[in-house]
């Protein structure tokens, strides 16, 4: 399957985006390069940070691809600087 169109991938995230924060534990959605153990590929895919994987819902944590877009899912919190 070829890597989705960088357009694309925002579009999907933008549908998406409400959904996902409106979950318990997750901080923050974005658009980037998929991670392959904990290295960037060239793969654009809508990365979902949860404050904690262990606390953080069983559907985000499923998250593989939505619409046909990769899905990573990342143990991250933001804090205002």
Same mark, same amino acid.
């Given at each position: 399957m070829p890597n989705p169109k960088l357009e694309e991938v925002i579009a999907i995230q933008k549908r998406w985006e409400k959904?996902?924060?409106?979950?318990?534990?997750?901080?923050?959605v974005d658009v980037g390069y998929r991670l392959v153990a904990g290295?960037?590929?060239? #793969?654009? %895919?809508? $990365?979902?940070?949860?404050?904690?994987? #262990?606390? %953080?819902? $069983?559907?985000?944590?499923?998250?593989k691809e939505v619409e046909g877009t990769p899905v990573d899912v990342i143990e991250r919190s933001f804090e205002p600087q």
């Open positions: 959904t996902w924060l409106a979950q318990p534990g997750v901080t923050g290295q960037p590929t060239d #793969v654009p %895919a809508i $990365r979902v940070y949860v404050s904690s994987k #262990v606390s %953080a819902p $069983r559907e985000i944590l499923a998250l």
